[in-house]
């Protein structure tokens, strides 16, 4: 494949993505460092952290960018420019779009002038959104063929529910307004993906952000405030046309096409339900869903319900789409599964780094479809890991897994208060990607609870170059 540089950001292809030069090795990460709910006083900021071996920083956060604002939340990012933008000279991968979960800002980060020292660029304020859109609680951001940004949101500047969309200039980065045209509007929104070679673009449901702001009631779910559907739109019209009902239970959070864009079908993980659901394109034309994996619930004692389910929380799809990963949250575990048949997912890795059903915790296992004992608790290092596994991160070659363990600060503080009083970390797990197989780099821990502020909830990762689940083919 030609040099980034000569042909626009990106790679021509996902498989050149994979292949890169000489195979690409990732020598820094970026992600967003969370203060809301720890008790800490001080901004979110985005840490640059050292993932070269042969670094003498390697695990090491090297640079850290505070955002001049408190209780922001930063939660995922997004680049102004991506593999959609490929060929076009003139574009740059130089910006770090950061939504605000709850303040409802955007940064915009220069990336471009010093990779490994990252600088505000420009600041869009809540207000932009409100008025413009009519919309708040950014979420997911993906850049465009067109060079703009695209971004979902959650809900309305009241704090319900609304599945709208915001829509950034990609030179200028003020906000244009709606990207969606017409009446309907889907009553929940959250994550997105499109793909135009099928004229189609499809986002999730989490939750009302009133009701999710401070944690979790079950009760909620009966009464209508978590999502329950895809919601399918038309790419050109900016339409939407359709919902894909996946069970009251279901909450459907991280959506991910296949990369090849000529495929017409993804996979969704839905928390609740710990489901996994493949979507595909009818012959009729119109889209439909049918669950592929099925995490069971564990019957429990000493937690929140009786019946303690993976919660999905992050899943992703390697560049050649051989392999899904996704993480359970709860129980603990990280799982990879051959999907060269896509309606027959094959498990074929599975590691746990903590979770909610360790041995000797407050929870004790009464049933369990899958596991003969409750998992040792997680130590790397001579640390043992509070919370569990949350966003995953794929290198381009599909060898190397990273993850950390904070989901949302307003959860992560119902679910795992220790997260919150020690921080969370990342981690790095290996892959074998002939077979199949998952275990844990032993050498690799960094430890957001040693930050200079005090312990911090980190989440999102993103690679300079892109990564698996940041750029999208045209």
Same mark, same amino acid.
């Given at each position: 494949?030609?040099?980034?540089?000569?042909?626009?950001?990106?790679y021509?292809?996902?498989?050149?993505?994979?292949?890169?030069?000489?195979?690409?090795?990732?020598?820094?990460?970026?992600?967003? !460092?969370?203060?809301?709910?720890?008790g800490?006083?001080?901004?979110?900021?985005?840490?640059?952290?050292?993932?070269?071996?042969?670094?003498?920083?390697?695990?090491q956060?090297i640079?850290?960018?505070?955002?001049?604002?408190?209780?922001?939340?930063?939660?995922?990012?997004?680049?102004?420019?991506?593999?959609? !933008?490929?060929?076009?000279?003139?574009?740059?991968r130089?910006?770090?779009?950061?939504?605000?979960?709850?303040?409802?800002?955007?940064?915009?980060?220069d990336?471009?002038?010093?990779?490994?020292?990252?600088?505000?660029?420009?600041?869009?304020?809540p207000?932009?959104l409100?008025?413009?859109?009519?919309?708040?609680?950014?979420?997911?951001?993906?850049?465009?063929?067109?060079?703009d940004?695209?971004?979902? !949101?959650?809900?309305?500047?009241?704090?319900?529910?609304?599945?709208?969309?915001?829509?950034?200039?990609?030179?200028?980065?003020e906000?244009?307004?709606?990207?969606?045209?017409?009446?309907?509007?889907?009553?929940?929104?959250?994550?997105f993906?499109?793909?135009?070679?099928?004229?189609?673009?499809?986002?999730?449901e989490?939750?009302?952000p009133?009701?999710?702001?401070?944690?979790?009631?079950?009760?909620?779910?009966?009464?209508g405030?978590?999502g329950?559907?895809?919601?399918?739109?038309?790419?050109?019209?900016?339409?939407y046309?359709?919902?894909?009902?996946?069970? /009251?239970?279901s909450?459907?959070?991280?959506?991910?096409?296949?990369?090849?864009?000529?495929?017409?079908?993804?996979?969704?993980?839905?928390?609740?339900?710990?489901?996994?659901?493949?979507?595909?394109?009818?012959?009729?034309?119109?889209?439909?869903?049918?669950?592929?994996?099925?995490?069971?619930?564990? /019957?429990v004692?000493?937690?929140?319900l009786?019946?303690?389910?993976?919660?999905?929380?992050?899943?992703?799809?390697?560049?050649?789409?051989?392999?899904?990963?996704?993480?359970?949250w709860l129980?603990?575990?990280?799982?990879?599964?051959?999907?060269?048949?896509?309606?027959?997912?094959?498990?074929?890795?599975?590691?746990?780094?903590?979770?909610?059903?360790?041995?000797?915790?407050?929870?004790?296992?009464?049933?369990?479809?899958?596991?003969? !004992?409750q998992?040792?608790?997680?130590?790397?290092?001579?640390?043992?890991?509070?919370g569990?596994?949350?966003?995953?991160?794929?290198?381009?070659?599909?060898?190397?897994?990273y993850?950390?363990?904070s989901?949302?600060?307003?959860?992560?503080?119902?679910?795992?208060?220790?997260?919150?009083?020690?921080?969370?970390?990342?981690?790095?797990?290996?892959?074998?990607?002939?077979?199949?197989?998952?275990?844990?780099?032993?050498?690799?821990?960094?430890?957001?609870?040693?930050?200079?502020?005090?312990?911090?909830?980190?989440h999102?990762?993103?690679?300079?170059?892109?990564?698996?689940?940041?750029?999208?083919?045209?």
């Amino acid at each position: 494949s030609a040099k980034c540089g000569a042909c626009g950001p990106g790679y021509a292809t996902p498989l050149d993505a994979m292949k890169g030069k000489d195979g690409p090795r990732e020598e820094i990460v970026y992600l967003p !460092c969370i203060y809301r709910n720890t008790g800490t006083e001080k901004p979110d900021y985005l840490a640059t952290v050292d993932v070269d071996p042969k670094s003498p920083y390697y695990c090491q956060v090297i640079h850290r960018l505070p955002m001049p604002n408190l209780k922001d939340e930063l939660h995922h990012s997004g680049w102004n420019a991506c593999s959609s !933008c490929f060929g076009d000279a003139a574009k740059r991968r130089n910006r770090l779009i950061l939504p605000s979960l709850i303040s409802s800002r955007i940064y915009v980060v220069d990336v471009g002038t010093d990779l490994r020292a990252p600088r505000m660029h420009k600041i869009v304020e809540p207000v932009e959104l409100f008025w413009k859109g009519n919309v708040a609680n950014p979420h997911t951001s993906h850049c465009l063929g067109s060079g703009d940004i695209l971004i979902s !949101c959650l809900g309305d500047p009241s704090g319900n529910g609304k599945g709208g969309f915001i829509l950034l200039d990609g030179e200028t980065f003020e906000v244009k307004g709606n990207w969606e045209k017409g009446e309907k509007v889907p009553p929940l929104g959250y994550d997105f993906w499109y793909q135009p070679r099928h004229n189609v673009l499809m986002s999730t449901e989490w939750g009302t952000p009133k009701v999710l702001a401070d944690g979790f009631n079950p009760a909620d779910v009966e009464k209508g405030h978590y999502g329950r559907h895809i919601n399918v739109w038309d790419w050109n019209s900016h339409t939407y046309i359709q919902a894909i009902d996946l069970g /009251k239970d279901s909450i459907p959070l991280e959506i991910r096409f296949l990369h090849n864009p000529d495929a017409a079908e993804g996979f969704v993980g839905c928390a609740l339900s710990g489901a996994v659901h493949r979507f595909y394109k009818t012959e009729k034309g119109d889209w439909a869903a049918e669950k592929v994996i099925e995490v069971p619930s564990k /019957k429990v004692q000493g937690w929140l319900l009786p019946d303690m389910p993976g919660l999905i929380t992050d899943i992703l799809i390697s560049l050649d789409d051989r392999f899904l990963y996704f993480s359970n949250w709860l129980h603990g575990d990280i799982r990879q599964y051959d999907i060269s048949n896509t309606r027959k997912p094959k498990l074929v890795g599975q590691v746990f780094l903590g979770g909610s059903v360790v041995k000797g915790g407050p929870v004790t296992v009464v049933e369990d479809k899958e596991l003969q !004992c409750q998992p040792e608790p997680f130590v790397i290092k001579g640390k043992r890991v509070p919370g569990g596994p949350q966003m995953i991160q794929l290198s381009l070659d599909g060898k190397r897994l990273y993850v950390t363990t904070s989901l949302y600060s307003g959860w992560d503080k119902q679910f795992y208060p220790d997260l919150v009083k020690e921080g969370s970390v990342m981690l790095q797990i290996d892959v074998d990607t002939e077979r199949g197989g998952l275990k844990v780099n032993k050498n690799f821990l960094v430890d957001f609870g040693k930050e200079p502020d005090g312990p911090v909830l980190a989440h999102e990762i993103r690679y300079p170059g892109g990564d698996s689940t940041s750029d999208i083919w045209m």
